[in-house]
């Protein structure tokens, strides 16, 4: 790619700001190309939310996996993402707490059967959300052999959110795929990290370098050592955040 000019060099800047703690969980800030602001909350596993020019967007939430989240206690959401039908992803007393009238909520069709009324997306579907928000529905799932029935391929989405031009790509239940190598200009990846389900520190480490994120939050990560994919990642220019 040739050199950009400063004036377009600054015109595609995008600000990241060190984690911070709001209510109790911690926070990421980010600024879109036009200033505006994105915050990020990790809340707890595959759980997060996602604040964007007053909308409110919630990933995978669930609150009886340890430790307890009361969502009735969070602003109800206008976009509720859902990666999958697993439990400690996909948890109807969640969605309900936060649900309100126009709330839309995506998820694949296993997770529909929980839920009840969702809209669906497949792997490769988008929608445009409200201010301009693009949604990306992309594959999610296992390849190692004996770890296919976990998260067989078709069936998973993982997300990639554009707004203002801060991609964000919430990776779902994955290992390494070749569908990776597609997703370009991304500035913020979730990746998971816990084998036998998803990916080892090693696995994230590769994914991460096929996909070349500014920031790399490894994410549902239990018990796995998970700071292996920092050390893995030094030196890289990936900035790899743990969160809690």
């Known amino acids: 790619m040739k050199p950009l000019t400063l004036i377009a060099a600054i015109a595609m800047t995008i600000s990241f700001a060190a984690g911070s703690f709001a209510a109790g969980f911690q926070t990421d800030t980010f600024k879109t190309r036009s200033g505006k602001t994105v915050t990020i909350t990790a809340i707890k596993h595959a759980s997060m939310r996602i604040q964007y020019d007053g909308l409110e967007i919630q990933v995978d939430p669930?609150?009886?996996?340890?430790?307890e989240t009361d969502y009735s206690a969070f602003p109800k959401a206008d976009v509720i993402l859902i990666t999958h039908d697993h439990f400690d992803h996909c948890d109807p007393a969640a969605?309900?707490?936060l649900k309100k009238a126009g709330t839309q909520i995506f998820s694949n069709s296993a997770a529909q059967k929980k839920l009840g009324s969702?809209?669906?997306?497949e792997n490769g579907e988008n929608r445009t959300l409200a201010n301009g928000v693009q949604l990306d529905a992309v594959p999610a799932y296992n390849t190692t052999p004996g770890?296919?029935?976990?998260?067989?391929?078709?069936r998973?989405?993982?997300?990639?959110?554009?707004?203002?031009?801060?991609?964000i790509y919430i990776a779902g239940d994955t290992e390494v795929i070749p569908e990776m190598a597609a997703l370009k200009d991304i500035d913020v990846a979730f990746l998971p990290c816990n084998q036998p389900y998803t990916m080892t520190p090693e696995q994230v480490a590769k994914a991460a370098k096929t996909i070349g994120p500014k920031v790399l939050f490894p994410y549902h990560y239990s018990d796995t050592p998970v700071r292996r994919v920092a050390e893995l990642l030094?030196?890289?220019?990936?900035?790899?955040?743990?969160?809690?």
Do not use: C, M, W
Request: glycine share 12%.
């Open 95 to 97: 969605v309900s707490a």
């Open 147 to 154: 770890h296919t029935k976990f998260h067989p391929q078709g």
């Open 118 to 121: 969702v809209t669906v997306l």
């Open 156 to 167: 998973d989405n993982g997300y990639v959110l554009t707004l203002d031009g801060l991609r």
């Open 62 to 67: 669930v609150e009886g996996l340890a430790p």
């Open 234 to 244: 030094a030196n890289t220019g990936i900035d790899v955040r743990i969160r809690n």
